[in-house]
């Protein structure tokens, strides 16, 4: 099992520009979710999914969308970068574990730069 | 709001001694509260949970004790080691079980 795959790794982008990041998961798990991280500041959600065909608003969605493709993957897209998007940005994927809670497993990240 | 606060200067402990983070939070009360630790240029990974009506929960090494008057929770790294040097986050829900609420995270360096 590969878990949670992100893509890409790194990306450079100019303001303005759009891009996609890519997520997907092989857990079966139903909720999805997209963070981003900045020093010194906890996980911040930007949107999640808890399930196939549904999508919801978290703490700062403001220049993102999402689409949840199918219960698999689970895409971000930033239609017009601002430098404010710099950040790094984990999807996260979670079912209910073993401790009967819903345990997190993230993907290894993506870095963005927008210049 | 629902809030969450850990240490946020790095915590220097000499290898073999007893490393306890701190998780504080307030205007709530959480069912349970999960623990990750995440290493750098990597995602979070999931440690320990432990509930509301659980003083205490081990597994091998580590030690979460929660203790909801103090609204707080402690997190234990026995015998430590300078493979534990990482970041260790808290994690209580939200309001519904799909999302948590994430602490700034404690830098534990560890010694030689």
């Known amino acids: 099992n590969a878990g949670v795959t992100q893509t890409p790794k790194f990306q450079v982008l100019k303001t303005g520009q759009s891009m996609t990041l890519q997520c997907a998961q092989d857990m079966n798990h139903n909720s999805m979710y997209w963070y981003r991280q900045d020093p010194g500041m906890g996980l911040r959600l930007i949107y999640y999914?808890?399930?196939?065909?549904?999508?919801d608003k978290g703490e700062v969605p403001n220049g993102y969308n999402v689409s949840r493709l199918n219960k698999r993957e689970f895409s971000l897209r930033l239609e017009s970068a601002a430098p404010s998007q710099t950040s790094v940005y984990f999807c996260?994927?979670?079912?209910?574990?073993?401790?009967?809670?819903?345990?997190?497993?993230f993907g290894p990240g993506t870095r963005l730069t927008v210049t | 709001s629902q809030k969450i606060e850990q240490n946020s200067e790095a915590l220097n402990i000499q290898e073999g001694k007893t490393a306890t983070l701190t998780c504080n939070y307030t205007?709530?009360?959480?069912?349970?509260l999960q623990w990750y630790r995440q290493d750098p240029g990597r995602g979070p990974v999931f440690l320990l949970l432990?509930?509301?009506n659980e003083k205490e929960k081990r597994k091998e090494r580590l030690k979460v004790t929660f203790d909801t008057t103090l609204k707080q929770s402690l997190f234990h790294i026995t015998a430590s080691q300078p493979a534990d040097s990482a970041t260790y986050l808290c994690a209580p829900p939200r309001n519904s079980n799909y999302q948590l609420i994430w602490g700034a995270g404690t830098k534990l360096i560890i010694k030689p």
């Open positions: 999914s808890a399930s196939e065909g549904t999508t």
């Open positions: 432990i509930r509301e």
């Open positions: 996260a994927s979670s079912g209910k574990g073993r401790t009967g809670a819903y345990e997190q497993y």
């Open positions: 205007n709530y009360s959480p069912a349970y």
